[in-house]
T-cell receptor, first 114, second 114 residues
Framework: GAVVSQHPSRVICKSGTSVKIECRSL??????MFWYRQFPKQSLMLMAT?????????EQGVEKDKFLINHASLTLSTLTVTSAHPEDSSFYIC??????????FGPGTRLLVL | GQQLNQSPQSMFIQEGEDVSMNCTSS?????WLWYKQDPGEGPVLLIA?????ELTSNGRLTAQFGITRKDSFLNISASIPSDVGIYFC??????????????FGKGTKLSVKP
Protein backbone atom coordinates (compact mmCIF):
# COMPACT_ATOMS: atom_id res chain seq x y z
CA GLY A 1 0.00 0.00 0.00
CA ALA A 2 0.94 3.59 0.55
CA VAL A 3 0.96 5.77 3.63
CA VAL A 4 -0.72 9.14 3.17
CA SER A 5 -1.09 11.87 5.76
CA GLN A 6 -3.13 15.05 5.83
CA HIS A 7 -2.83 18.15 7.94
CA PRO A 8 -4.77 19.52 9.62
CA SER A 9 -7.29 16.82 10.47
CA ARG A 10 -9.92 19.44 11.14
CA VAL A 11 -10.11 23.19 10.85
CA ILE A 12 -12.65 25.85 11.70
CA CYS A 13 -12.33 29.22 10.03
CA LYS A 14 -14.27 32.41 9.54
CA SER A 15 -16.01 33.16 6.27
CA GLY A 16 -13.73 35.01 3.86
CA THR A 17 -10.48 33.55 5.10
CA SER A 18 -8.24 31.07 3.27
CA VAL A 19 -7.37 27.62 4.48
CA LYS A 20 -4.46 25.43 3.37
CA ILE A 21 -4.61 21.65 3.58
CA GLU A 22 -1.49 19.53 3.15
CA CYS A 23 -1.31 16.02 1.74
CA ARG A 24 1.89 14.05 2.14
CA SER A 25 2.91 10.74 0.63
CA LEU A 26 5.11 9.29 3.39
CA UNK A 27 6.55 6.20 1.70
CA UNK A 28 6.15 6.78 -2.00
CA UNK A 29 7.14 9.47 -4.46
CA UNK A 30 3.90 10.43 -6.12
CA UNK A 31 3.83 12.28 -9.41
CA UNK A 32 0.06 12.30 -9.21
CA MET A 33 -2.20 13.02 -6.26
CA PHE A 34 -5.94 13.56 -6.22
CA TRP A 35 -8.19 15.83 -4.20
CA TYR A 36 -11.73 14.80 -3.34
CA ARG A 37 -14.59 16.42 -1.48
CA GLN A 38 -17.20 14.46 0.40
CA PHE A 39 -20.44 15.89 1.75
CA PRO A 40 -22.31 14.09 4.55
CA LYS A 41 -23.80 10.76 3.55
CA GLN A 42 -22.50 11.10 0.01
CA SER A 43 -19.80 9.50 -2.04
CA LEU A 44 -16.44 10.99 -2.91
CA MET A 45 -16.37 13.61 -5.64
CA LEU A 46 -13.13 14.22 -7.49
CA MET A 47 -12.16 17.88 -7.47
CA ALA A 48 -8.81 17.88 -9.22
CA THR A 49 -5.75 15.90 -10.19
CA UNK A 50 -2.53 17.28 -8.79
CA UNK A 51 0.50 16.82 -11.02
CA UNK A 52 4.01 17.31 -9.68
CA UNK A 53 5.73 20.19 -11.42
CA UNK A 54 2.76 21.23 -13.52
CA UNK A 55 -0.68 22.71 -13.25
CA UNK A 56 -3.48 20.77 -11.67
CA UNK A 57 -6.31 19.41 -13.77
CA UNK A 58 -9.69 20.44 -12.40
CA GLU A 59 -12.97 18.62 -12.83
CA GLN A 60 -15.88 20.37 -14.45
CA GLY A 61 -17.58 22.77 -12.10
CA VAL A 62 -14.62 23.14 -9.72
CA GLU A 63 -13.28 26.69 -9.64
CA LYS A 64 -9.52 26.62 -10.03
CA ASP A 65 -9.14 30.13 -8.62
CA LYS A 66 -11.01 29.16 -5.49
CA PHE A 67 -9.34 25.80 -4.89
CA LEU A 68 -5.63 26.38 -5.46
CA ILE A 69 -3.50 23.28 -5.77
CA ASN A 70 0.27 23.19 -5.54
CA HIS A 71 2.20 19.97 -6.05
CA ALA A 72 5.69 21.29 -5.44
CA SER A 73 7.41 18.00 -4.65
CA LEU A 74 6.90 14.28 -5.12
CA THR A 75 5.70 13.94 -1.55
CA LEU A 76 3.58 17.02 -0.97
CA SER A 77 0.46 18.50 -2.50
CA THR A 78 -1.47 21.37 -0.97
CA LEU A 79 -5.05 22.49 -1.44
CA THR A 80 -5.90 26.07 -0.51
CA VAL A 81 -9.52 27.02 -0.19
CA THR A 82 -9.53 30.75 -0.84
CA SER A 83 -12.15 33.11 0.55
CA ALA A 84 -13.95 30.23 2.17
CA HIS A 85 -17.71 30.36 2.64
CA PRO A 86 -20.04 28.14 4.68
CA GLU A 87 -20.97 26.13 1.58
CA ASP A 88 -17.30 25.09 1.33
CA SER A 89 -17.65 23.21 4.61
CA SER A 90 -16.96 19.60 3.79
CA PHE A 91 -14.63 16.65 4.23
CA TYR A 92 -11.59 17.00 1.96
CA ILE A 93 -9.60 13.87 1.19
CA CYS A 94 -6.46 13.42 -0.86
CA UNK A 95 -5.15 10.26 -2.46
CA UNK A 96 -1.98 8.95 -4.03
CA UNK A 97 -1.91 7.00 -7.25
CA UNK A 98 0.51 4.12 -6.87
CA UNK A 99 0.10 2.68 -10.32
CA UNK A 100 -2.48 0.50 -12.06
CA UNK A 101 -5.15 3.05 -11.18
CA UNK A 102 -4.99 2.12 -7.51
CA UNK A 103 -5.38 4.99 -5.10
CA UNK A 104 -4.53 5.17 -1.42
CA PHE A 105 -6.32 7.78 0.61
CA GLY A 106 -5.32 10.11 3.39
CA PRO A 107 -7.32 10.37 6.61
CA GLY A 108 -9.20 13.46 5.44
CA THR A 109 -9.59 17.05 6.66
CA ARG A 110 -12.84 18.29 8.10
CA LEU A 111 -13.39 21.96 7.18
CA LEU A 112 -16.04 24.04 8.90
CA VAL A 113 -16.53 27.59 7.71
CA LEU A 114 -18.49 29.80 10.06
CA GLY B 1 -20.83 10.98 -17.26
CA GLN B 2 -19.70 7.62 -16.00
CA GLN B 3 -21.71 6.18 -13.13
CA LEU B 4 -21.55 3.12 -10.98
CA ASN B 5 -24.68 1.58 -9.55
CA GLN B 6 -23.92 0.16 -6.14
CA SER B 7 -26.39 -1.94 -4.20
CA PRO B 8 -27.75 -2.34 -1.70
CA GLN B 9 -27.66 1.20 -0.39
CA SER B 10 -27.74 -0.06 3.18
CA MET B 11 -28.17 -3.28 5.05
CA PHE B 12 -28.64 -4.59 8.58
CA ILE B 13 -27.37 -8.03 9.32
CA GLN B 14 -26.98 -10.34 12.24
CA GLU B 15 -23.46 -10.93 13.47
CA GLY B 16 -22.07 -14.05 11.86
CA GLU B 17 -24.05 -13.70 8.67
CA ASP B 18 -22.54 -13.37 5.24
CA VAL B 19 -22.87 -10.11 3.32
CA SER B 20 -22.90 -9.44 -0.38
CA MET B 21 -22.86 -6.17 -2.28
CA ASN B 22 -22.23 -5.32 -5.91
CA CYS B 23 -21.55 -2.62 -8.42
CA THR B 24 -22.58 -2.44 -12.03
CA SER B 25 -21.82 -0.06 -14.83
CA SER B 26 -22.91 0.48 -18.40
CA UNK B 27 -19.27 0.98 -19.33
CA UNK B 28 -16.22 -1.23 -18.93
CA UNK B 29 -13.41 -0.63 -16.47
CA UNK B 30 -9.84 -1.90 -16.36
CA UNK B 31 -9.70 -1.87 -12.57
CA TRP B 32 -12.22 -2.48 -9.80
CA LEU B 33 -11.44 -1.44 -6.26
CA TRP B 34 -13.30 -1.89 -3.00
CA TYR B 35 -12.85 0.52 -0.09
CA LYS B 36 -14.21 0.75 3.45
CA GLN B 37 -14.73 4.10 5.12
CA ASP B 38 -15.28 4.58 8.82
CA PRO B 39 -16.92 7.80 10.09
CA GLY B 40 -14.60 10.78 9.94
CA GLU B 41 -11.82 8.89 8.20
CA GLY B 42 -10.53 8.38 4.69
CA PRO B 43 -11.37 5.26 2.67
CA VAL B 44 -9.15 2.25 3.20
CA LEU B 45 -8.40 -0.05 0.29
CA LEU B 46 -9.72 -3.56 0.87
CA ILE B 47 -9.26 -5.36 -2.43
CA ALA B 48 -7.98 -4.37 -5.86
CA UNK B 49 -8.92 -6.28 -9.00
CA UNK B 50 -7.08 -5.87 -12.29
CA UNK B 51 -8.24 -8.66 -14.61
CA UNK B 52 -11.65 -9.69 -15.87
CA UNK B 53 -12.81 -12.78 -14.04
CA GLU B 54 -10.29 -12.30 -11.24
CA LEU B 55 -11.41 -13.55 -7.83
CA THR B 56 -9.41 -12.24 -4.88
CA SER B 57 -9.69 -12.77 -1.14
CA ASN B 58 -8.48 -10.74 1.80
CA GLY B 59 -9.28 -12.57 5.02
CA ARG B 60 -13.06 -12.80 5.26
CA LEU B 61 -13.48 -10.59 2.20
CA THR B 62 -13.81 -11.89 -1.33
CA ALA B 63 -14.27 -9.81 -4.45
CA GLN B 64 -14.59 -10.62 -8.11
CA PHE B 65 -14.02 -8.64 -11.29
CA GLY B 66 -16.91 -9.46 -13.61
CA ILE B 67 -16.07 -11.18 -16.86
CA THR B 68 -17.79 -8.43 -18.84
CA ARG B 69 -15.65 -5.83 -16.99
CA LYS B 70 -18.87 -3.99 -16.16
CA ASP B 71 -19.49 -5.31 -12.67
CA SER B 72 -17.92 -6.47 -9.44
CA PHE B 73 -19.11 -7.93 -6.16
CA LEU B 74 -17.78 -7.98 -2.63
CA ASN B 75 -18.64 -10.69 -0.13
CA ILE B 76 -17.97 -10.57 3.59
CA SER B 77 -18.23 -13.86 5.40
CA ALA B 78 -19.12 -14.31 9.06
CA SER B 79 -19.62 -10.60 9.72
CA ILE B 80 -18.48 -9.08 13.01
CA PRO B 81 -19.30 -5.72 14.64
CA SER B 82 -16.16 -4.04 13.33
CA ASP B 83 -17.37 -4.63 9.77
CA VAL B 84 -19.75 -1.71 10.30
CA GLY B 85 -19.01 1.15 7.94
CA ILE B 86 -19.56 2.32 4.42
CA TYR B 87 -18.20 0.25 1.56
CA PHE B 88 -17.45 1.89 -1.76
CA CYS B 89 -16.70 0.32 -5.08
CA UNK B 90 -14.59 2.23 -7.57
CA UNK B 91 -13.81 1.64 -11.22
CA UNK B 92 -10.68 2.83 -12.94
CA UNK B 93 -9.60 3.26 -16.54
CA UNK B 94 -11.30 1.85 -19.60
CA UNK B 95 -13.37 4.87 -20.39
CA UNK B 96 -10.91 7.33 -21.85
CA UNK B 97 -10.66 9.42 -18.72
CA UNK B 98 -7.51 10.85 -17.26
CA UNK B 99 -5.04 8.22 -16.17
CA UNK B 100 -5.54 7.17 -12.60
CA UNK B 101 -9.03 8.67 -12.19
CA UNK B 102 -11.58 6.59 -10.34
CA UNK B 103 -15.35 6.57 -10.53
CA PHE B 104 -17.02 5.78 -7.20
CA GLY B 105 -20.27 4.08 -6.36
CA LYS B 106 -22.58 5.75 -3.86
CA GLY B 107 -21.68 3.32 -1.12
CA THR B 108 -23.26 0.54 0.90
CA LYS B 109 -23.79 1.30 4.55
CA LEU B 110 -23.36 -1.82 6.62
CA SER B 111 -24.79 -2.05 10.11
CA VAL B 112 -24.40 -5.16 12.22
CA LYS B 113 -26.72 -6.13 15.03
CA PRO B 114 -24.58 -7.38 17.91
Amino acid sequence: GAVVSQHPSRVICKSGTSVKIECRSLDFQATTMFWYRQFPKQSLMLMATSNEGSKATYEQGVEKDKFLINHASLTLSTLTVTSAHPEDSSFYICSVNRGEETQYFGPGTRLLVL
Amino acid sequence: GQQLNQSPQSMFIQEGEDVSMNCTSSSIFNTWLWYKQDPGEGPVLLIALYKAGELTSNGRLTAQFGITRKDSFLNISASIPSDVGIYFCAGGGGYGGSQGNLIFGKGTKLSVKP
